[in-house]
Each structure stands twice: as structure tokens, then as C-alpha cells.
């Protein structure tokens, strides 16, 4: 990972897909309260960033999975990138929906795909795992030999790497939270001081802000 890893970084903190607020959190969808925000949809409007990302992930694929067939992304973060990376690989593109649609063909899997066909899922992001590796489940159900998958960022949670483990799905990233914190105070983006805050969160983010910190 090395220098990509700080370059990715260093961009998603450039253009803001990832801010990171100790004094001031926000709070998930799933009720967490979290110093750091990260929406790498945001990445998709900076040419320079979507390209480097995009010829990242195609590296990873040529590297670990050249006998890859078939890039399915995870919806919705991760369809735009796999489309991206897709493409210059030369390769068939599906995307992976949470759920299976209420209505019309009920897919989960939108796309042309076969039994058998070996598969590289692309994510956007690595919290807890349960969403991605949904996606993977899927597509196993669906009788495609799942590769391994690439995301953009991850948290590094326990959870997540136990989960990804448990699966017997291997995950690479471009990023990670350890490489972002480090970035960050090189950068002057936070100070040391906060330093403290961001790794206690991510020990144990389900309970961090409920209690006085």
C-alpha cells in the first residue's frame, strides 16, 4: 500500500470526502457518534482523484486477481467506481443492490453474469463489513466465484476484519484509517492533541460519545 495508501489519503482530505471533526461529532445513520465523516461519492467530481483511484483498483485486480472475469460493485456508493475501473480493465460490469427489488424481475444482481464466472467486488467503503459483505454473500448465492474485494477506505475495525475473515473473503484497500490519522497531523490537518480522541473511537465506536469522553 505505502505511498498510495498516504497519496489516497491526502486526497480524500483535500477535496473533503473525509472530514474529521474530535470536537464536534456527527452522527451515522446508525445512531454512532463519530469524530471522522467520510463520503467518497464526493471523490467522483475530482477527475484527478476518480482517475487515481480507478487506475489503484485496477492495479490491485491485475496484481491479485488477473484471472478476474467480471467487476461487480456495491450499490450505491461503489457502482460509479466499478463502472470506472470496469472499463479500463476491459472487463463486464453488475452491481449488487442491499436487497432484492419488491417488484419487476426482483433482481439483487443487476447485470449480465454467469454460474461460475470469477468475480472482483468493489466497495467504497469499509466500516463494520455487514453491507459488503452482503454483496458477497449475493453473488455466491448466485453462483459467481467471488475473487476477493477492493475499497477505497477503511475504518480498521475488528469487527469488519473478523467478519471479512469469518466470510474467507480477502479484502484489499487503497486507504485506512491508521494512514489517514498519520496523514493528517503531518498535513497540519489535526493537531496531536486530537490524535488521542480518533484512536479511542475507533477502539470502541458503538459506545464513544455516550459517555463523557
Request: hydrophobic share 40%; with cysteine.
Amino acid at each position: 500500500m505505502g505511498n498510495s495508501a498516504k497519496e489516497i489519503a491526502e486526497y480524500l482530505l483535500q477535496i473533503k470526502a473525509i472530514k474529521l471533526q474530535p470536537s464536534s461529532p456527527f452522527t451515522w445513520a446508525s445512531g454512532w457518534k463519530s469524530p471522522i465523516y467520510c463520503d467518497n461519492r464526493k471523490t467522483l467530481s475530482f477527475p484527478e482523484v476518480r482517475t487515481f483511484i480507478r487506475d489503484s483498483f485496477a492495479d490491485i485486480v491485475k496484481k491479485h486477481y488477473p484471472e478476474a472475469g467480471l467487476v461487480a460493485g456495491v450499490a450505491t456508493g461503489a457502482i460509479a467506481h466499478g463502472v470506472l475501473v470496469a472499463e479500463k480493465l476491459g472487463l463486464p460490469f453488475v452491481y449488487v443492490r442491499s436487497e432484492a427489488k419488491e417488484h419487476g424481475l426482483g433482481n439483487q444482481i443487476e447485470g449480465y453474469y454467469t454460474k461460475g464466472q470469477k468475480v472482483v467486488v468493489i466497495e467504497d467503503l469499509i466500516s463494520t463489513g455487514g453491507s459488503s459483505l452482503n454483496a458477497v454473500k449475493a453473488l455466491r448465492e448466485s453462483g459467481c466465484i467471488v475473487l476477493g474485494m477492493a475499497a477505497i477506505f477503511t475504518y480498521e475495525f475488528k469487527k469488519a476484519g473478523d467478519g471479512f475473515a469469518a466470510a474467507g473473503c480477502e479484502l484489499h484497500t487503497l486507504s485506512n484509517y491508521t494512514t489517514l490519522i498519520e496523514t493528517a497531523v503531518a498535513t497540519g490537518y489535526i493537531g496531536q492533541s486530537e490524535v488521542e480522541t480518533l484512536s479511542q473511537w475507533r477502539l470502541d465506536p458503538s459506545v464513544w460519545g455516550t459517555v463523557k469522553q
